[in-house]
C-alpha cells in the first residue's frame, strides 16, 4: 500500500526523566543541563546543544533533592559548580527549597 504524501511523519517524542525526583515529562518541561565536549558545565536554555544533557524540573524542591544527591554531578559525570545551581535556582518556581 503507497504511502498518502499529504500525511507528515511526526517525530516521535520520548520523554525525559528529572534527575531530582525521577518524574517523566516532556523535554520542554524541564530545564537542561550539558557537560560541553570541552568539560565546561552549563545551563542549555535552547535544549539543543552539544553536549553531555542532564534534565531537571523547575521546581526548587526537585533543584535541592537533586543537590543533595550530587544527581546533576554522575549524570554529567562532572561536578557542577555552585553558579549553575544558584542560576537554575532563578529559573525555578514552587516553594523555597530548605537547604
Keep these: 500500500m503507497a504511502r498518502d504524501n499529504a500525511t507528515p511523519v511526526l517525530k516521535k517524542q520520548r520523554p525525559r526523566t528529572c534527575v531530582g525526583c525521577g518524574e517523566e515529562s516532556p523535554k520542554r518541561a524541564l530545564l537542561r543541563v550539558i557537560r560541553t565536549p570541552e568539560g565546561k558545565v552549563r545551563y542549555d536554555p535552547s535544549g539543543r546543544a552539544n553536549g553531555r544533557g542532564a ?39 514552587g516553594k523555597e527549597a530548605e537547604e
Design 55 to 93: 534534565y531537571i524540573c523547575a521546581d526548587a524542591a526537585c533543584l535541592a533533592a537533586a543537590k543533595k544527591k550530587k544527581a546533576l554531578s554522575r549524570a554529567l559525570k562532572a561536578e557542577v559548580p555552585e553558579e549553575i545551581y544558584e542560576e537554575l535556582k532563578g529559573l525555578c518556581s
